[in-house]
């Protein structure tokens, strides 16, 4: 599996064989994008909520109050992406307040997409 990060002011994009997240839109907002075949979990942190993206299908991670300057903490594993949102790239400051929209700017719910029968763990959501 090949991965390069490339690292810019505004954006950090990480690339595992496809892209998993999109352009640039600023540091308080994280776009992800499923560029594979099969459903992609995001995963966000620390209510361990889940959305789920179809292939295609981009999501915007913000957070609910606008004016903050969050940095975002990905951790990419088979089947999705854990996100930490952090005020001020501060790992202390997590903020607890956050959004998950789609392409639309919808506002999703947690649980958005959740593949019938889906299995957790303590650490998160169990994808064979």
């Not at 099969?38 to 915007?60: A, N, Q």
Request: aromatic fraction near 12%; charged fraction near 25%.
């Amino acid at each position: 599996m090949k991965i390069a990060v490339r690292v810019w002011a505004d954006t950090l994009e990480w690339f595992i064989g496809v892209a998993v997240l999109g352009g640039r839109m600023g540091r308080s907002r994280l776009p992800v994008e499923n560029g594979g075949d099969e459903s992609l979990c995001l995963f966000i942190e620390p209510y361990g909520e889940d959305y789920w993206l179809k292939p295609g299908e981009v999501f915007t991670v913000a957070p609910e109050v606008e004016g903050i300057d969050v940095w975002f903490s990905t951790v990419v594993w088979k089947g999705g992406i854990t996100v930490w949102p952090y005020e001020d790239g501060d790992p202390v400051k997590i903020v607890m307040e956050y959004t998950v929209s789609d392409a639309n700017g919808t506002r999703l719910e947690c649980g958005h997409q959740r593949p019938p029968g889906q299995r957790f763990s303590a650490a998160g959501p169990l994808v064979d």
